[in-house]
């Protein structure tokens, strides 16, 4: 069983790290950190994936071992997950982000996508993207794409077939990499950030990106959907050490307790992973206990392929939070994941098992009716979802049917082509031998 991938990033001191005196607390130690005692010594080995150290690795080869991997996952026909975690300061939005002369992960990954799209388009496949972009600030979803001041408030819903999602979310159909960078750029502007005592530009919520694949391949009649989060979150902060009051201490508190929540998931997952290896009962794992932990059960549940990046200050002033991050990072390490490939063959049985839940909440409707009008309004939603579902599977199968036809002429009128020519030389054969 595949495992949840970590891999760590120790940034280089910052100009204010070094103005405190060269106080380095970490080794690399082949893809290991290893944390040092006041005499060099090593105090405690912390054994990774992979590791990149202090800009020995430039932002296109941190992708290349990274990003890249769950780039390859979606496009296998997987759901991805990569996410950067570490205290405030530590590189999380220089990783994921980047800059406009030296982009991060999540702009190298819609590059790469696209580029394997055109590449894998003249196979006889269609790809249809659509990408959102959201935060969540003060345990609030707020998306990224639109005013969501004037539209009602985004809700975190469980689709019958495809999971988790956050409905009430612009989703934008791309079709270029430009598209779908400029949208990056237009959420990025909106996203909450402000300067602290640790870091000019703070992170103030955690800024998830989703980008949705299908793929059609004519040739062997199969649709697969495909998802990837790439999510740059808020750091974890000391008060003391960032000066934060007002309005920046409120988004402390929230990133602080959304982060516990964070941990405590990973945790019982990993605990959950011990358990089954001694036939033990799993514990339940509390996803519900934030917005964040919500939005992305699925993708640590297991269904996914999953990627944590710890970041990590080398200076000896961060060294808790570094021993905290590393400390997650190698009890992430432990939890087992089981991503499948979401590919239809027979949309018929999908449509049939889609209209026997809808009767099943009809009839759940009418028995929670009477008690409570909150549960009811819930059920009619969930209704409608698997409703439009069905509309949408009929849809796309007419399409796919459409390819398969034609796909088969083109491959028969090749096929014509193909034996006029071999005719064609036949005769050319006979005739200077004659
Ligand atoms: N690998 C790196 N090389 C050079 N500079 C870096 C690197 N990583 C981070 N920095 C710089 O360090 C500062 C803090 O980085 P960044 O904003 O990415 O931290 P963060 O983890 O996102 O913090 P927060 O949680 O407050 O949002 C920035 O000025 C950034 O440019
Ligand atoms: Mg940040």
């Known amino acids: 069983m595949p495992q949840l991938v970590v891999m760590a990033r120790v940034r280089p001191m910052s100009a204010a790290e070094r103005e405190q005196g060269d106080l380095a607390c970490f080794a690399a130690d082949g893809t290991s950190v290893n ?11 912390f054994p990774l ?25 979606v496009m296998r026909g997987l759901d991805a997950c990569v996410f950067a975690y570490g205290q405030t300061g530590s590189g999380k939005t220089h990783t994921m982000m980047g800059t406009q002369d030296d982009p991060g992960i999540l702009p190298r990954a819609i590059m790469d996508i696209f580029d394997q799209i055109a590449r894998e388009s003249a196979n006889a496949k269609v790809f249809e993207v659509d990408a959102s972009f959201f935060e969540v600030y003060n345990e609030q979803v707020r998306d990224l794409l639109s005013d969501s001041s004037k539209d009602a408030a985004p809700k975190i819903r469980r689709h019958p077939t495809r999971g988790v999602f956050v409905e009430g979310l612009r989703r934008e159909t791309v079709s270029s990499s430009e598209q779908a960078l400029a949208l990056i750029d237009q959420g990025m502007k909106d996203r909450a950030m402000s300067s602290t005592l640790a870091n000019a530009r703070s992170s103030r919520s955690h800024a998830v990106f989703n980008i949705s694949i299908t793929c059609t391949d004519g040739r062997k009649g199969t649709r697969r959907n495909s998802s990837a989060y790439l999510i740059d979150l808020a750091g974890s902060e000391r008060v003391r050490q960032t000066g934060a009051t007002g309005t920046q201490l409120e988004e402390a508190k929230n990133i602080n307790q959304s982060l516990f929540s964070l941990r405590r998931v990973l945790d019982q997952l990993a605990a959950n992973a011990e358990a089954k290896k001694r036939g033990q009962k799993p514990g339940l794992v509390p996803y519900r206990d934030s917005v964040l932990t919500h939005v992305l059960s699925d993708s640590l549940g297991g269904k996914s392929y999953c990627l944590m990046l710890a970041m990590l200050s080398p200076h000896s002033s961060n060294y808790d939070d570094s021993i905290s991050t590393l400390k997650y990072a190698a009890r992430a390490r432990q939890i087992v994941l089981s991503p499948k ?94």
């Not at 944390?35 to 080995?45: E, P, T």
């Not at 889609?354 to 009716?369: G, K, N, Y």
């Open 49 to 73: 994936d992979d590791l990149f150290w202090m800009n020995q690795q430039s932002q296109a080869e941190v992708y290349a071992r990274s990003g890249a991997l769950a780039t390859e996952a």
């Open 35 to 45: 944390a040092l005692d006041d005499n060099g010594s090593v105090k405690s080995k």
């Open 341 to 434: 490939v979401n590919e239809q063959q027979s949309s018929a049985a999908l449509q049939k098992a889609m209209q026997a839940e809808i009767d099943d909440l009809r009839r759940q409707l009418t028995v929670t009716a009477s008690r409570s009008e909150f549960d009811s309004e819930d059920i009619e939603m969930e209704i409608s979802i698997r409703q439009d579902e069905v509309e949408r599977i009929k849809h796309t199968d007419t399409n796919l049917d459409r390819l398969m036809a034609e796909f088969r002429e083109r491959e028969q009128r090749m096929n014509d082509e193909l034996a006029a020519v071999e005719r064609e030389k036949r005769e050319m054969k006979v005739q200077l031998t004659a």
